[in-house]
């Protein structure tokens, strides 16, 4: 497993460039699952395929032991896994899924480990970022032991293509939501007496999305799960028919929100659109992941995502498809969705936007702002009480929703360099 380091400036280079990249479904038939290099397939080992897929999703198809990370000492177990999943995205049918189970150090209660079903942020397109191979970021890693040391097992998906054959779907929020709801239904079977029917759903940024995704699909896609909350930190999702309109976002940090998730069939295709800067960072891309992107574009002297088009932000908004895109629905469950003030990535005000649409539409929603948090610190920096929550959740405990006490929180504020993993 891979551990490395990179500079604030490189990862925010990262966040601005690396979604330009994530556009890149084929010309192929319809419900023909493009596959291939040009779409971040890898050769990482045959455990990530499968040829004969079952008759139905969320089935737990192998499993193999993994040594459990240095910042994860809670886990007394932990498995690479995969699992059978429906491809939301080209509609080619079930689709094998990656992704990783840890269990927690100690004898499980009776009624077994309750169970964390985890959402990561952006980590790249190709199939080598995907956690399950390369290892999860020290960031991710201490957050999740905290719940490991807290008496949850701890499943976490790779998504749709990440790992697993065809493209990744980046920010397509129902392949990515379907991703964590099979993924909790593959370790239910594979570890039946070890785990409890009870389930906390929890993601970060591309995460977040996916993770409320997932809580709008459960109830049609998975009504047999029995989830009882979602903890949900710097959300990429959009509400378009939220009670804030907000203008698109026309900064270098646009991208995760806008979410370039893929270009309509009938358009032209990506290698149409780009640039020659554009072209050479999409080749890094497709082989590498958010550090290899944002040393390469450091290296091209991009300045702006305008860079590497070959056409206008304009004329790309009506090439994409809307992937972060979300319904005003209904979710049988409390949602814990947490914001850093200090978030330059997805700033507070669309955070409250996603926050205010989901209390438009009858939801329970705590929506609570962390001062001097950023993008990445707000994880930790919301941890405590998101532990509270699901505590709360897991004890049938009253939920306070305080959707008639949201207020816009202007401008991103000034990030606290002393706290926990808010380097950016």
Sequence with gaps: MSNFRISRAAKMAARCYLVAFIVLPQVVAAGELPIGPLVGDMELSTFYRWEAMPAAPG????????????????????????????????????????????????????????????????????DLCAPSWTGFRDRDAAY????????????????????????HPYSYWQAEGTSVLDSIRAV?????????????????????????????????????????????????????DGPIELPPRRSNTMFLSFATGG???????????????GLELLSVARQGCTKDIALKARELNVESFQDLLAIT?????????????????SISFPLFIATGQADRT?????????????????????????????????????????????GSRLEAGDFASNCAALQPPGPPGERNPNALFNDD
């Design 313 to 329: 932000p304009e004329e790309l908004e009506l090439l994409r498809v809307p992937t972060t895109d979300m319904p005003q629905a």
């Design 144 to 167: 999740l032991d905290r719940w490991l040391e807290d008496g949850y097992a701890v499943v976490a998906t790779d998504y749709q293509g990440l790992g697993g054959p065809g493209p």
């Design 188 to 240: 239910q079977a594979l570890k039946p007496r070890v785990l409890s029917d009870r389930v906390i759903l929890a993601g970060q940024s591309q995460g977040g999305g996916a993770a409320l995704g997932a809580a709008i699909l459960a109830s049609t896609y998975a009504p047999e799960l029995n989830i009882l909350g979602a903890v949900i930190t710097a959300p990429n999702s959009t509400f378009p």
């Design 263 to 277: 270009l309509r069939e009938e358009g032209p295709q990506l290698d149409d659109i780009l640039s020659a800067k």
């Design 346 to 390: 997805i700033t507070p005000v669309r955070q409250h936007a996603v926050a205010a649409a989901l209390c438009a539409a009858g939801n329970q929603v705590e929506w609570q702002v962390y001062e001097g948090m950023g993008h990445d610190g707000v994880m930790h920096g919301s941890l405590d009480d998101a532990l509270a929550f699901a």
């Design 59 to 126: 089935v737990a198809l192998r499993s193999e032991i993994l040594q459990p990370q240095e910042r994860m000492p809670a886990a007394s177990e932990a498995f690479r896994i995969l699992y059978s999943s429906v491809d939301q995205r080209w509609d080619s049918g079930l689709v094998p899924v990656s992704g990783t189970l840890f269990l927690p150090v100690g004898t499980p209660p009776e009624e077994g480990w309750p169970v964390l079903a985890w959402a990561h942020g952006t980590l790249g397109i190709a």
